[in-house]
């Protein structure tokens, strides 16, 4: 039977196995900042905080399984009101399906709609599969930052990255 996928908004419901999903990709230690999930209740808590200020924030469903998110979060600062930061991420089994472009172009018209002009990202030099995802979708390179990650004793690059509500500058 094929599979079913769809992209939906956060919700309660979703706590639990989006909690799961996070920790399996840090895990892979190749693609986040954080190389395991927080402990269950802080996630719960900082999903509920995502709920409540109504952040762009969406999950993907495979067969009904949470599989993975996409979120744009604020940024400090009032002068920065109009900027998101961007996460996004899919269990393996999950990937090279059209998910996380589906993930992405929900939460970026849902960034928009939310009043953003900006949203930015960090990807990791060797993320070459969401790196192109990020340019088919409009997104600028603003400079490569050196020495950003350090996982088990190896030091990484990575790219600054941005899509502008009102087009490339
Ligand atoms: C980055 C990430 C979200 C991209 O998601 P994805 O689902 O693999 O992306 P898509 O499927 O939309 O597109 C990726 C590829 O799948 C292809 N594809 C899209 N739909 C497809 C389909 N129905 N069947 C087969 N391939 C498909 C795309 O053409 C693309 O191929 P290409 O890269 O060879 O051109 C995912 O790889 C991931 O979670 N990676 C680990 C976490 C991560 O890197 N997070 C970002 C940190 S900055």
Redesign the pocket.
């Known amino acids: 039977m094929p599979s079913t996928s769809l992209v939906v908004p956060l919700a309660e419901a979703h706590f639990h196995q989006l909690h799961a999903v996070l920790d399996e990709?840090a895990r892979?230690k190749?693609?986040?900042a954080m190389l395991q999930a927080p402990p269950r209740e802080q996630t719960f808590a900082f999903l509920r905080e995502s709920l409540s200020n109504r952040n762009p924030h969406v999950v993907a469903l495979l067969d009904g399984q949470v599989v993975?998110w996409?979120d744009v979060l604020p940024v400090f600062g009032e002068a920065r009101r109009h900027v998101g930061t961007l996460?996004?991420?899919?269990?393996?089994r999950?990937?090279?399906?059209?998910?996380?472009?589906?993930?992405?172009e929900a939460a970026i018209a849902g960034a928009w709609v939310k009043g953003l002009a900006r949203i930015e990202?960090?990807?990791?030099a060797d993320?070459h599969?969401?790196r192109?995802?990020y340019e088919?979708l409009g997104f600028q390179h603003e400079g490569r930052q050196y020495g950003t990650f350090q996982v088990d004793g190896e030091t990484f690059d990575s790219h600054a990255m941005a899509l502008l509500r009102d087009g490339p500058r």
Do not use: Q, S
């Not at 996460?87 to 393996?92: A, C, E, F, Q």
């Not at 999950?94 to 992405?104: E, N, T, V």
């Open positions: 990709v892979e190749r693609y986040l993975g996409c996460g996004i991420g899919l269990v393996r999950a990937r090279h399906r059209g998910l996380g472009r589906a993930l992405l990202l960090t990807v990791r993320n599969n969401a192109e995802l088919r």
